[in-house]
């Protein structure tokens, strides 16, 4: 597995452009939207009361070259592009990306580390970008259903370091104990 592309999202809209390297921070990658010890509760922690103050565990968000094939070929579109998922890290070599299990960790060449929280689920966000792009207002629903077990994982950053386009990275599975 390897980073074939790395994305920053510098603004509100979440889109994510293009840079060859980046610095991972505890809490997140330099200079992204989505970096920070804490967020605001949303539609994914229904648990805790909207806009509440709680800590960030998606801090990074991974997708898979190989799952976007899939969803694309799923919806009757060209390519499914990373940036309108607001992914940062796209990874190559990985074809059962969002099977990867809560703990796993993965390590950078300069030691720079994430730990994956959870599988991240499909919402409509990505959907309404991509239903624009193509011109098919279906496709805000039918990416939801499509994406299902394939749309990546965030992570929060265990470890800080330098990360670049073309990174081989380690996979270390979580321990059971």
Same mark, same amino acid.
């Given at each position: 597995?390897?980073?074939?592309? %790395?994305?920053?999202?510098?603004?509100?809209?979440?889109?994510?452009?293009?840079?060859?390297?980046?610095?991972?921070?505890?809490?997140?990658?330099?200079?992204?939207?989505?970096?920070?010890?804490?967020?605001?509760?949303?539609?994914?922690?229904?648990?805790?009361?909207?806009?509440?103050?709680?800590?960030?565990?998606?801090?990074?968000?991974?997708?898979?070259?190989?799952?976007?094939?899939?969803?694309?070929?799923?919806?009757?579109?060209?390519?499914v592009y990373?940036?309108?998922?607001?992914?940062n890290l796209?990874?190559?070599?990985?074809?059962?990306?969002?099977?990867?299990?809560?703990?796993?960790?993965?390590?950078?060449?300069?030691?720079?580390?994430?730990?994956?929280?959870?599988?991240?689920?499909?919402?409509?966000?990505?959907?309404?970008?991509?239903?624009?792009?193509?011109?098919?207002?279906?496709?805000?629903? +039918?990416?939801?259903?499509?994406?299902?077990?394939?749309?990546?994982?965030?992570? %929060?950053?265990?470890?800080?370091?330098?990360?670049?386009?073309?990174? +081989?990275?380690?996979?270390?599975?979580?321990?059971?104990?």
């Amino acid at each position: 597995m390897h980073l074939a592309r %790395l994305l920053l999202a510098p603004g509100p809209d979440f889109l994510t452009h293009p840079v060859e390297e980046a610095r991972l921070v505890f809490g997140g990658i330099e200079g992204d939207l989505h970096a920070g010890a804490t967020r605001k509760a949303d539609a994914r922690t229904p648990w805790h009361a909207r806009g509440t103050t709680i800590a960030n565990t998606r801090q990074v968000s991974l997708v898979s070259l190989d799952e976007l094939a899939l969803v694309a070929a799923a919806l009757e579109v060209e390519a499914v592009y990373p940036a309108h998922l607001g992914a940062n890290l796209v990874l190559a070599d990985a074809p059962d990306l969002t099977a990867t299990a809560p703990g796993t960790r993965m390590i950078f060449p300069s030691g720079a580390t994430l730990f994956v929280t959870e599988a991240n689920p499909p919402c409509r966000q990505p959907g309404r970008k991509i239903a624009a792009a193509e011109g098919r207002r279906e496709l805000e629903f +039918a990416f939801v259903k499509a994406a299902k077990g394939r749309r990546g994982l965030v992570a %929060l950053v265990e470890r800080e370091g330098a990360i670049r386009a073309g990174d +081989a990275i380690k996979v270390l599975a979580p321990t059971r104990g």
